[in-house]
């Protein structure tokens, strides 16, 4: 009888901790990680620099859309290649910024428009980076 109470409170623990995980808390820590991310990161790489499509956040501001595109282009060029070690899939850089994206799943993600420039992978961050704390800084919603 004791064990079940005890594993119930700890269920109940465990359930109420991973409800106090939001967008705040997730951008938070994207933003320590892309710090660490873009202060490790080579600048150039001897002719074998990254481009990425450019996204371009609409009108301005960082809708979901850019997030998850993010996510995207980073998982398919760049998460694959093994000296990019921080943007491995099981990474906490690449696993917030899909926990930020699930917290919006009842939206779409538009692919990336093949039209659009390509920038260097430092740049990009950069692009990304702007998008995060400018999300991080709005007031927090109830």
């Avoid at 074998?48 to 997030?67: M, N, Y």
């Amino acid at each position: 009888m004791m064990k079940t109470i005890l594993l119930l409170a700890f269920a109940v623990f465990v359930s109420s901790a991973s409800l106090k995980v939001n967008d705040k808390t997730i951008l938070g820590e994207l933003i320590d990680e892309l710090n660490a991310t873009m202060t490790t990161l080579p600048k150039e790489h001897k002719g074998k620099e990254i481009f990425l499509r450019e996204l371009v956040p609409e009108k301005e501001s960082c809708v979901h859309d850019f997030f998850c595109q993010a996510e995207q282009e980073l998982k398919t060029k760049v998460s694959v290649l093994s000296k990019y070690d921080d943007f491995r899939t099981d990474k906490k850089l690449m696993r917030n910024l899909h926990m930020y994206n699930n917290h919006h799943e009842g939206t779409t993600c538009k692919p990336v428009d093949e039209d659009q420039d390509e920038i260097s992978l430092h740049k990009f961050l950069e692009n990304l980076m702007k998008c995060v704390k400018k999300e991080y800084s709005k007031p927090k919603k109830n």
